[in-house]
């Protein structure tokens, strides 16, 4: 199982989008996925009621994934651990943890508990810069572990990056990153550069409006299903199948750097 917490210092930065997106990647690969929602605004508890109650323009809506669960935080530490126990013990493979904005001690909990921390980044100065101030929390949060003791892996995520930044990012060679570069303003490519030098994941997420649906839809593995009960959909299920691609992408970056230090443990 591995457990994976959202955190910003930043409000409406991404955090609860990109546990969806994990979550939704996590079921279309068919694995059993548990949520936690440590927000304010319980968007991860409402995120099925709202999925419900969702216009499908005539469509029948396909069930709710019985391979996703959501609950709150449990109330002590020693709740949390005996709680991620027992969800290994009961065969869950993959804990999403979303978290409240701000530096909050019951949050460095959430985030230590951890095999992975995730940093949802806009490629914009201003969040970039919420991006450095969260991973210096993470860090000052890390420092006060005893030795030995396993520290949270850091993975920043691009999230709506505009196709300028999803070229520059995504470059595969020096030609493709000089021409990439040879497009952006400026300013903008300073953000890009700054951002390019934070522990990034390899999977940058592009503007997508099936990500913005995503809180009203459900898991886009609900959208999918549903869309392909209507053969007049097929063009809405292509854009589904995309934004999934990405969802799995981002869940297989987080599976392989566990993966890897597990075995540099070893």
């Not at 020693?78 to 943890?97: H, K, P, Q």
Request: proline share 7%; hydrophobic share 40%.
């Amino acid at each position: 199982m591995i457990t994976v917490t959202s955190l910003s210092t930043k409000g409406g930065s991404g955090k609860t989008t990109l546990i969806q997106m994990l979550a939704s990647g996590a079921l279309a690969r068919g694995l059993r996925v548990h949520a936690l929602d440590g927000d304010t605004d319980q968007q991860l508890t409402e995120w099925r009621a709202k999925s419900d109650a969702a216009d499908w323009n005539g469509l029948q809506r396909v069930s709710w994934p019985e391979g996703l669960t959501i609950g709150p935080i449990p109330e002590t530490v020693d709740a949390l651990y005996e709680a991620l126990n027992g969800w290994e013990e009961d065969g869950i493979d993959l804990v999403l943890i979303d978290t409240r904005p701000g530096e909050n001690p019951e949050t460095e909990n959430l985030a230590l508990a951890a095999d992975m921390i995730v940093v949802p980044a806009v490629p914009t100065q201003s969040d970039f810069v919420a991006v450095q101030k969260t991973l210096d929390w993470i860090d000052r949060m890390a420092a006060t572990l005893a030795d030995g003791y396993p520290q949270p892996l850091r993975g920043v995520v691009m999230l709506n990056a505009p196709p300028k930044a999803m070229a520059l990012v995504t470059a595969a060679n020096e030609a493709e990153l000089a021409r990439a570069r040879d497009k952006v303003h400026a300013q903008d490519l300073e953000v890009y550069e700054v951002v390019k030098r934070m522990p990034m994941l390899p999977t940058p997420v592009p503007t997508s409006q099936t990500f913005r649906r995503m809180p009203l839809s459900g898991p886009l593995t609900v959208v999918r299903d549903t869309y392909a009960t209507d053969p007049r959909s097929r063009l809405a299920a292509g854009h589904i199948k995309a934004a999934l691609d990405y969802c799995e992408e981002l869940l297989v970056d987080i599976e392989t750097a566990v993966k890897n230090r597990e075995e540099a443990v070893a």
